[in-house]
């Protein structure tokens, strides 16, 4: 007599073993290939290419116009806004560039990034200054605008951020090399003419 099992238990014995051999078969993923570390030439370039749009953007503050109070705040609060979003931007690519590959490299990785962080600190004070201006004010607009190119002269010309790079001899035959750092010294020199205090009223 035909066992009618046993075309369903030959089946069931051909499906494992299909299984079993495309587990046994199959090659494993090779593990993702990890990122070469960075070199001191790298992470300089790096470094200044973040901070790049930042002076480009902070060196250039619109005009005041001293007959147009409102216009010339709203001016500022624009470029602040901006100045604060690029900084923000390069506090993001300086975190993920880590520290500088020199000795004691976490220290002046952390310093950098401090300068930008004091650098945003003084454009979100300026900013604030900006918006408690009076805006009927002609005095007040021209001395905000005044505080805030302040903030200008004291930041990222490349002053800070070099004397920081340069402290390791590495970094700083790095730093004299890069295109990048190049263009960082050049975006650091204001595109508009900031208004001097002389030539702001006080009355």
């Known amino acids: 007599m035909r066992n009618p099992a046993g075309p369903a238990r030959v089946l069931l014995v051909l499906a ?7 587990c046994g078969g199959s ?7 990890p990122a070469p570390p960075p070199t001191p030439q790298g992470w300089t370039d790096a470094v200044c290419a973040a901070l790049v749009p930042v002076a480009a953007r902070v060196t250039d503050a619109p005009g005041v116009d001293l007959s147009a109070p409102e216009a010339t705040r709203q001016a500022y609060l ?31 990785s952390e310093q950098v990034r401090g300068d930008v962080a004091d650098l945003r600190a003084n454009l979100a004070a300026a900013r604030d200054q900006v918006q408690r201006t009076d805006t009927g004010s002609v005095v007040a607009i021209g001395r905000a605008a005044v505080g805030v190119t302040r903030v200008m002269g004291a930041l990222l010309n490349g002053a800070e951020v070099a004397a920081t790079i340069n402290r390791d001899p590495t970094l700083k035959a790095a730093y004299e ?5 190049a263009q960082l ?4 020199a204001p595109a508009t003419a900031p208004p001097s205090p002389a030539a702001v009223p006080t009355r």
């Open 185 to 188: 010294q050049r975006s650091g």
């Open 27 to 33: 090659t494993p993923p090779a593990p993702p290939t």
């Open 16 to 22: 494992a073993a299909a299984v079993l051999s495309g």
């Open 78 to 108: 624009a470029y602040l806004a901006e100045s604060l979003t690029a900084t923000d931007r390069a506090r993001a690519d300086l975190a993920a560039a880590g520290a500088a590959p020199v000795p004691d490299g976490d220290v002046i």
């Open 177 to 181: 090399a890069s295109p990048a750092c």
